[in-house]
C-alpha cells in the first residue's frame, strides 16, 4: 500500500529558529513529491520536486528530495510566526491520471 | 480565474440527513479530486475523476457516500443518510493532468458537521 509519512507530528520553535521538516514515501510508480502549507483554510502549494539532489528555494523556504532512500526535507530557516502552520507532504503517482497521496503532516508552530 | 469554487462553506445537519456537496473545478482543468481532512486522519482521498469520468472511488468510505460528475464544472459529493463521524472538512481539488508546475489547486472546503 502506497504511503506517506512525515516526522515529526508537531514541532515548536522559537521566532529566529531554522526547522527541518521530514517526510518518507513507499509509493508505486512514483511521479513527484510535493510540500503545500496549510494555515486556516485550504492547502497552498509550495515546491514540486521530481529530481533527486536539485535543491528547491523559495526565499526561507527551501527542500529536497532523495530518490534513493525515498525522502525529502523542507526547511525553514530565520522561522517568523507567520510560519506557523501545517506543512502537508505529497507524493504523485504516475498513473494515466494524477493521483496525490498526503502524509498526515506535521503542525509548525513559532512562538514569539 | 476565481479558483476551484465550494459550496456551502459550512453545513450542520442532524444525523440522518442528506448532505450535497458542491464543487466548480478550475475551467480548463480536467481533474477533480475529493478529499476529506479529520485531525485523525489527515487527509484522505475519497473519489476522483478524469475528464468527469469516475477513476478511483476506493477511498469512499461506504455507499453512504457517492459523487458524480455530470459536465466538466460541476461536481457533487452525497452522503445520505449522514452520521456523526462524518464530521469533517472536505475539499474539492482541481488539476490540469499534464500540468507539472504546481500540483492541485484546492478549494476553500466545506465544514461539514453532523449532530
Known amino acids: 500500500e502506497d504511503k506517506v509519512v512525515q516526522s515529526p507530528l508537531s514541532l515548536v520553535v522559537h521566532e529566529g529558529d531554522t526547522v527541518t521538516l521530514n517526510c518518507s514515501y513507499e509509493?508505486?510508480?512514483?511521479?513527484?513529491l510535493l510540500w503545500y502549507k496549510q494555515e486556516k483554510k485550504a492547502p497552498t502549494f509550495l515546491f514540486m520536486l521530481?529530481?533527486?539532489?536539485i535543491e528547491k528555494k523559495s526565499g526561507r523556504l527551501s527542500s529536497i528530495l532523495d530518490k534513493k532512500e525515498l525522502f525529502s526535507i523542507l526547511n525553514i530557516t530565520a522561522t517568523q510566526t507567520g510560519d506557523s502552520a501545517v506543512y502537508l507532504c505529497?507524493?504523485?503517482?504516475?498513473?494515466?491520471?494524477?493521483?496525490?497521496?498526503f502524509g498526515k503532516g506535521t503542525r509548525l508552530h513559532i512562538l514569539p | 480565474d476565481a479558483g476551484v469554487i465550494q459550496s456551502p462553506r459550512h453545513e450542520v445537519t442532524e444525523m440522518g440527513q442528506e448532505v450535497t456537496l458542491r464543487c466548480k473545478p478550475i475551467?480548463?482543468?480536467?481533474?477533480l479530486f475529493w478529499y476529506r481532512q479529520t485531525m485523525m486522519r489527515g487527509l484522505e482521498l475519497l473519489i476522483y475523476?478524469?475528464?468527469?469520468?469516475?477513476?478511483?472511488d476506493s477511498g469512499m468510505p461506504e455507499d453512504r457516500f457517492s459523487a458524480k460528475m455530470p459536465n466538466a464544472s460541476f461536481s457533487t459529493l452525497k452522503i445520505q443518510p449522514s452520521e456523526p463521524r462524518d464530521s469533517a472538512v472536505y475539499f474539492c481539488?482541481?488539476?490540469?493532468?499534464?500540468?507539472?508546475?504546481?500540483?492541485?489547486?484546492f478549494g476553500s472546503g466545506t465544514r461539514l458537521t453532523v449532530v
Open positions: 475523476f478524469n475528464n468527469n469520468v469516475p477513476i478511483d
Open positions: 475551467s480548463g482543468h480536467n481533474s
Open positions: 509509493v508505486t510508480n512514483f511521479r513527484s
Open positions: 521530481t529530481s533527486s539532489g
Open positions: 505529497a507524493v504523485g503517482v504516475l498513473n494515466r491520471d494524477d493521483k496525490i497521496i
Open positions: 481539488a482541481s488539476t490540469l493532468i499534464l500540468d507539472r508546475a504546481g500540483g492541485y489547486t
